[in-house]
Nanobody, 126 residues
Framework: QVQLLESGGGLVQTGGSLRLSCAASGRTFSRYAVGWFCQAPGKSREFVAAISWSGSSTSYADSVKGRFTISRDNAKNTVYLQMNSLKPEDTAVYYC???????????????????WGQGTQVTVPS
């Protein structure tokens, strides 16, 4: 079992920044990759970014490349998503999730991720 808890969401103006955190407990944190996904009202859940168990490999959705940075601190059992230059279209609930299937490869495939957090709301008014 893995428990994931997101934090750091909020209301921010266009061009602003937020840092989301995903705190994990349960199974050994350094044995799985972690991904961030977002879901806007009326839309399906979408991939945002992912990081391998070691932090050496990352992947990003095209829409966030150059603006978002994913990182992890295995000593603190935490993954971060630094979000810069935020846009109204970034408004969504952001979820982190754990992937044990491909720990060395930060996959974009939603079905690889078995454990999910409850989400944190990010709002960027237009």
């Amino acid at each position: 079992q893995v428990q994931l808890l997101e934090s750091g969401g909020g209301l921010v103006q266009t061009g602003g920044s937020l840092r989301l955190s995903c705190a994990a407990s349960g199974r050994t944190f350094s044995r799985y990759a972690v991904g961030w996904f977002c879901q806007a009202p009326g839309k399906s859940r979408e991939f945002v970014a992912a990081i391998s168990w070691s932090g050496s490999s990352t992947s990003y959705a095209d829409s966030v490349k150059g603006r978002f940075t994913i990182s992890r601190d295995n000593a603190k059992n935490t993954v971060y998503l630094q979000m810069n230059s935020l846009k109204p279209e970034d408004t969504a609930v952001y979820y982190c999730a754990a992937d044990f299937t491909t720990p060395d490869y930060p996959t974009t495939r939603t079905y690889n991720y078995v454990y999910w957090g409850q989400g944190t709301q990010v709002t960027v008014p237009s």
